[in-house]
């Protein structure tokens, strides 16, 4: 009985203090930003302070130039309730404001139980914090809202985004190849949304891609600089309705911007567009908690679309987002992003084949990042369609080149916020065939149930993959009684291979740039040249004809590697030079048939070559003319190539390389040193 009166009285003390009447604190301080910091406009930080003696009370948030104010409240911290998921933090919720400032402060102030501040319990940091904001480059022309009729974009000119830029219903946004669009000034929100009905044809070539990227100058680019690209399609999508408002807080109240699905009457063959060719740099941002927009959004996109060829690099919340929809996507690329880099939610069920992921050992987002992360819907419903995405052919390179390494900051270390390298999860039906994915903190997760129960029933698969270099667990299933075994994935009919000991056992070429470039090619010797397989069992239908049928596992075939990212993607945005097509009209170029890298080598020489689709041939002679190496390739594509060339087991010396590509024939010198 006395344990029970006490616990009454607790009770009864936690019901007073969550309306002020108690427990209010006659002091707070604020831990974090403590002075000194350096942040960027508009990125996103986490405000903590000491939780002694302030439980469920609440704080307002305000920022300002001066230690003395004037304050202005944070909207989004005008009343944060110290309990739970904020005990002593808001977690990346403040944005820091597009002001360039050198003496920037955060005032902590209690709330009074009638919601006005209570003045003598505040806190600020103890030394000013610097905000910086780049200075924007010089854009020729200005991209304002609304696009309502069809507009030309030529690569003459660099176009800025004025804030939010909609394409309306029967608009047409259409780009030349080479064009170049940055984001409105750092801090300041921006991103282009193409509205249920209205177009983007972007459609550059290998050799000028059309970027999109952030308005600040080479070496200052960062990611968040602007908002994304964002798709809104008239296909299905399993919200309640048919349709849905993007993230982000850019939808209206209408029903009409920034809505997507095709509400009681779907098509899902629904055309917004092309994008090929394309870069997105530097997008995505955080415009309030749990508010983001991704760097690429694709609401109830139809298969009519057709997207290929675009590369996501420095994404600030997901690469590649897709709430339902059907569209397909081919050689696609996320570079480095911040959360996740194949996300798909509320009955997404379109295809990919030919993805390339590449992952930063500190960059990881507060929400753990992984390569894929497939919901059906936050509640995990059965709410039709469910999302049933089918991915083939990819190669992801994740964050731990050692399983060895340890979390945390610094050499042989990587954030701790990776954790599985797939989480399919609330009911989900995502399968993955024909893939390498390597060196990540866990493996896969089936979380749920119906996502169980779906593995267990065939129609959810993940078939003839090659994993190497998983730290801990390499399987993860959740629940008291789970619908699989704990050893489901060795299934032998899965036909997948797992070798958890190194990342290196994969057999890239270079997977992590450690030679100054990043080659995700395999290497001759690599065990999965000719194991893929598009046969198809259960209701996954990964012999659609979508697909096509290569013998290779991963999104690079072997021995002569078409290099589909090459010329156009672009792995050191950072620093890259843009510039209008005209401004390099006058330089004079001559064209270089072949490029072979390293030279000198010590074993391995790579030769890269474009050709328009005939014969290239090439053949290998040493100083005194004995032929040594010879390679012939008929019936190829018109596309970029690299052919490896093992000289390991030659002695030092100079050799002669003589090719023949498209009828064009030369001679190259080649540099063994041992």
């Known amino acids: ?34 002075g000194g910091e350096k942040f960027r406009a508009g990125s996103s930080v986490s405000i903590r302070w000491d939780t002694t003696g302030t439980y469920r009370s609440r704080f307002a948030f305000q920022f300002g130039t001066s230690a003395n104010g004037p304050w202005t409240t944070i909207p989004n911290l005008a009343n944060v309730l110290d309990s739970g998921r904020t005990r002593g933090i808001v977690e990346g919720g403040w944005r820091v404001p597009a002001v360039r400032t050198q003496t920037g402060y955060i005032r902590i102030v209690l709330l009074n139980p009638d919601g006005s501040f209570n003045e003598n319990v505040t806190d600020i940091n103890d030394a000013p914090f610097e905000i910086e904001q780049p200075a924007p480059i010089k854009p020729d022309s200005i991209l304002r809202t609304p696009i309502t009729s069809r507009v030309k974009l030529t690569s003459k000119k660099i176009y800025a985004l004025d804030g939010y830029v909609f394409v309306d219903s029967l608009g047409v946004l259409e780009i030349e190849p080479g064009t170049v ?34 308005s600040a100058p080479p070496g200052q680019r960062r990611a968040g600089d602007w908002g994304g690209i ?38 899902d063959d629904d055309n917004s567009g092309i994008l090929r060719y394309v870069r997105i740099e530097f997008a995505g941002i955080a415009a309030a908690p749990n508010q983001e927009l991704n760097s690429l959004t694709l609401g109830a996109v139809g298969r009519g ?47 990919v084949q030919f993805a390339l992921s590449i992952r ?19 509640s995990g419903s059965y709410n039709q369609p469910l999302t049933s995405a089918v991915f ?24 701790s916020r990776y954790t599985s390298m797939v989480q399919i999860r609330r009911n989900a039906r995502l399968s993955i065939f024909n893939s390498v994915m390597l060196g990540w903190p866990r493996g896969l997760e089936i979380l749920s149930t119906g996502s169980q129960l779906a593995a267990a029933n065939d129609s959810l698969q993940i078939k003839n993959n090659f994993i ?11 629940g008291q009684n789970p619908g699989i075994p704990s050893d489901w994935l060795l299934n032998p009919n899965f036909g997948n291979y797992v070798d958890l000991a190194s990342p290196y056992n994969a057999q890239l070429q270079d997977p992590f740039g450690e030679n100054g470039t990043i080659i995700p090619a395999p290497k001759s010797t690599a065990p999965y040249l000719n194991a893929a397989s598009f046969q198809k069992t259960g209701s996954v239908p990964i012999d659609d004809p979508f697909f096509e049928k290569v013998n290779y596992v991963g999104a690079f075939s072997p021995n002569l590697i078409e290099r589909w990212d090459l010329p156009w993607a672009e792995y050191d945005p950072i620093n890259a030079q843009y510039y209008p097509s005209s401004a390099g009209d006058e330089v004079p170029t001559s064209e270089q048939i072949i490029t072979i890298s390293p030279n000198p080598t010590s074993d391995v020489i790579r030769i890269l070559f474009k050709t328009s689709g005939n014969i290239a041939s090439f053949k290998l002679y040493d100083g005194v003319g004995n032929l040594l190496y010879e390679f012939t390739e008929r019936n190829l594509k018109d596309s970029y190539y690299e052919l490896p060339i093992d000289l390991s087991h030659l002695s030092s010396g100079v050799y002669y390389l003589q090719f023949s590509v498209d009828g064009r024939i030369g001679v190259e010198k080649v540099v063994l040193n041992k």
């Not at 203090?17 to 403590?34: D, E, K």
């Not at 270099?469 to 399987?475: N, V």
Request: charged share 20%; glycine share 12%.
């Open 1 to 34: 009985m006395k344990r029970t009166k006490i616990t009454f009285l607790a009770i009864a003390i936690s019901i007073l203090a969550s309306v002020g009447i108690v427990g209010q604190p006659t002091t707070v301080r604020l831990i974090y930003p403590n």
């Open 468 to 478: 190497y270099g998983i730290k801990t667990a390499l399987f993860v299933v959740d």
């Open 230 to 267: 964002l798709i809104c399609g008239l296909a299905s999508t399993n919200h309640p309705g048919g349709e849905a408002a993007l993230e982000g807080g850019i939808a209206d109240a209408n029903r009409v911007r920034g809505w997507f699905g095709g509400r009681n009457n779907p098509n």
């Open 392 to 415: 083939s052919n990819i190669t992801a390179i994740g964050p731990i080149k050692d399983t060895s390494w340890t979390s945390g900051v610094g050499p042989n270390k990587f954030n």
């Open 360 to 378: 930063d050992p500190q960059f990881a987002d507060v929400s753990q990042s992984h390569v894929f992360e497939f919901d059906n819907d936050a």
């Open 181 to 214: 669009i940055i984001g409105d000034t750092v801090g300041q929100n921006s991103a282009l949304c193409i509205n249920r009905g209205g177009k983007i044809l972007a459609v550059g070539t290998r050799e000028n891609p059309i970027v999109f990227t952030s």
């Open 305 to 351: 679309t057709q997207i290929d060829h675009v590369m996501v690099s420095y994404a600030n919340d997901d690469s590649f987002e897709w709430f339902g929809g059907t569209v397909n996507a081919k050689y696609i690329i996320a570079y480095k992003g911040l959360d996740d880099d194949f996300d798909g939610d509320n009955g997404f069920s379109g295809k």
